[in-house]
């Protein structure tokens, strides 16, 4: 889904702890995609075809060579495979959307694929960070569907998905931080992605019907699958589960960012963030959480984010989940119940929580090349 990218400043919250140590980029770009890799390496990606690196754990940001006819291009996401390899995809309407691969450390880049529908528009890409191998791409509908395509090769090349699930009128995905699609953690299929729009914010889960002792029953265009002895065992379908999500509704409002508490389980917690972003002071539906023992539904937050908010992580060693936005940095301790706002310590610039679009642990990044890195004991109680 198309989504601006003016800064909007907004009151200040109750302070806590600091938080983001600023780092220089040397870039004016809008900053949307970060990728960490631990031990040091990140990548990331924004607008005028820019893409960084850094090997150093953010003391220095290398700028990579662009790529092919790319200077103007908006590079929303990337995903990085190792310090040498990564895939920047951009997004904008039809040939505008594309992805770039490099595997010498970004010093050259191979168009691997453009967008094949010329209405289409790519929001966000994942690929499975244990194989490197599986990995999918997800845009605004063509045709009444959502655009899903895949790789299994690492990205070299692409086809699209054979169930694709149906939209609502005027619903869609924002690419504002890459975080609005998840993969199942056995690598073989996008998981879910969460959408937005005027009839409200909906996470599509995808699932697999087999033939077993029971019916199973789908959603959309497949009606129940009833087991024999003939396909017994056998995978009869793949199809799309459709759950509300209790956030902001508009043309420019929904959800924005999912984040997965890995440890807890397959699904067990899930956090979505959001709102409105062009009313991005509203705390009004700005996250969800997952109701414990529903297998999937979600609750609003009692406490929500003191503004719209485009991206979400967890820190596993903290247990706290945080969440960034134009107008500053929330912290839940609870699993998404409640949040408190994160400010700037006296010796911080007054702007440091704010004007933040993604989160890949320890980074940060946002508008005209800000790029910040999480403090080793910034969430510490």
Known sequence: MRLATSAILLLMATPSLAQFTLQSSHTTAGLRGIHSLGNGIAWASGTEGTVLRTTDDGATWQHCSTPPNADKLDFRAIQAFDQNTAIVMSSGKGDLSRLYKTTDGCKTWKLVFTNPDKEGFWDAIKIDPKEKLFGSLVGDPVNGRFAIFLTFDG??????GRVLPKALDEEGLF?????????????????GFITGGPKGSRLLRISICVGVDSECFELGDFGPIKPTDKN?????????????IPLAKGPSAGSFAIGVDDHSGYWYKAVIVGGDYKDANSSKSTAAYTNPGTGGTYLAAQTPPHGYRSSVAYDARTKTWITVGPNGTDISRDDGRNWT????????????????????LPFVVGL?????????????R
């Open 155 to 160: 990205g070299n090349n692409w086809a699209r």
């Open 175 to 191: 690419a504002a931080s890459n975080s609005s699609l998840v993969l199942q953690t056995n690598g073989m299929s996008p998981d």
């Open 232 to 244: 017994r065992g056998r995978l009869e379908q793949v199809y799309w589960q459709a759950e509300p």
């Open 341 to 360: 706002a994160l400010k700037p310590s006296p010796q911080d610039p007054p702007d440091a929580d704010k004007n933040w679009n993604a989160l890949s």
């Open 368 to 380: 005209d090349g800000r790029i910040g890195k999480l403090r080793t004991h910034a969430l510490a």
